[in-house]
């Protein structure tokens, strides 16, 4: 069997207000594909692009990103994401946030998915070694289902939290949790976790892997499983 794996993520200036010194643009751009072939075909693509501009005390910050999957030629996965998110730095631990993010998933039942947040973030620790932060916020939806045809509207309330570790010069983690309470149907609330571990290789390479949990207690649509599971691994480029 011939089977290649390719995982490139390039990182340009990624910038937070952790980082009082740099301002205007940040980039962080994100490829990656998964081919095999021989005894069974498989492609997956994704692509991500994050870009910021950070201001003293604001920054607006955007997303996007797309994955594609085949297997022998039938799509198997198709999920997209835009998103922009305006940041108010209140003081030196307080800042206030506005985000709007339209989705689509169409093998979780989603055509599409309007959401727009409102909330605020506290930085509990900034240090070379840790970072910690939570947000507490209001989150609104609007999504499509496929089938059965249906319109959903949902208040939820948001809390979110993550924390950075820098155990070496060359080794770092992540952790977050983000709990979404529905408050329209209490059975269908959320939670997101992910954990990653990076390893610097030298001075532009690191590699990375990471494990993320999707969970929606009532799935959207008949038949849907509740948790959606992602684990990546990448080879990441940064200059």
Do not use: C
Not at 120 to 129: D, F, H, P, R, V
Request: glycine content about 8%; proline content about 2%.
């Amino acid at each position: 069997m011939r089977f290649l794996i390719l995982a490139l993520v390039i990182s340009v200036g990624w910038i937070s207000f952790a980082a009082e010194s740099k301002r205007g643009w940040g980039h962080e751009s994100e490829a990656s594909a998964v081919l095999s072939a021989g005894n069974a075909e498989n492609q997956t693509y994704s692509l991500s692009q994050k870009t910021q501009y950070l201001w003293e005390s604001d920054a607006i910050k955007t997303q996007a990103r797309y994955l594609l999957g085949k297997t022998s030629g039938t799509e198997t996965a198709r999920n997209w994401a835009l998103g922009i998110r305006y940041e108010r730095n209140l003081g030196a631990s307080l800042s206030s946030y506005l985000g709007y993010q339209l989705d689509s998933n169409v093998f979780a039942n989603l055509d599409n998915r309007h959401t727009g947040d409102i909330g605020g973030k506290y930085q509990w620790i900034q240090s070379t070694e840790h970072s910690l932060f939570s947000e507490a916020g209001y989150r609104l939806t609007q999504e499509k289902q496929l089938n059965p045809t249906l319109d959903l509207t949902s208040h939820f309330l948001r809390l979110y939290s993550e924390w950075v570790a820098n155990w070496t010069p060359n080794l770092s983690s992540k952790l977050y949790g983000e709990y979404l309470p529905n408050l329209t149907r209490s059975s269908d609330w959320q939670f997101n976790s992910e954990i990653s571990l990076g390893v610097l290789l030298n001075e532009v390479f690191s590699f990375k892997t990471g494990y993320l949990f999707l969970y929606r207690n009532t799935p959207a649509g008949v038949g849907k499983k509740q948790l959606d599971t992602v684990f990546t691994t990448a080879l990441v480029a940064k200059f």
